[in-house]
Nanobody
């Protein structure tokens, strides 16, 4: 089973950028659809973005569309989330997740079997 570790979180001012990294080990990433979710204090987990195992299809949540970009490098077993024009409401713990390539990339967190431990992103106003 693949294991996931996120990194790249931190504190940034509104309007700034961060790039999150999700490093996989244990199994190759190229047979998994990948996704990013986030959870702010007191709120439910929210879909951010997903990318198909071969990178040809991406989907974004409405709140991040046009500002965030999900990508992957299967040769390096890494998925990325580039976050630009950050807003205070983007503050949350960000999680990467993996699902088998045999499934359709989903916005539903229940479709993902493997999760990282999360990385905190704080955007100050």
């Amino acid at each position: 089973q693949v294991q996931l570790v996120e990194s790249g979180g931190g504190v940034v001012q509104a309007g700034g950028s961060l790039r999150l990294t999700c490093a996989a080990s244990g199994r190759a990433l190229d047979n998994h659809n990948m996704a990013w979710f986030r959870q702010a204090p007191g709120k439910e987990r929210e879909f951010v973005a997903t990318i198909k195992w071969n990178g040809v299809m991406t989907t974004y949540g409405d709140s991040v569309k046009g500002r965030f970009t999900i990508s992957r490098d299967n040769a390096k077993n890494i998925a990325y989330l580039q976050m630009n024009s950050l807003k205070p409401e983007d503050t949350a713990v960000y999680y990467c997740a993996a699902a088998s390539w045999t499934t359709v990339p989903s916005t539903d967190s229940g479709q993902y079997r493997t999760w990282g431990q999360g990385t905190q992103v704080t955007v100050s106003s």
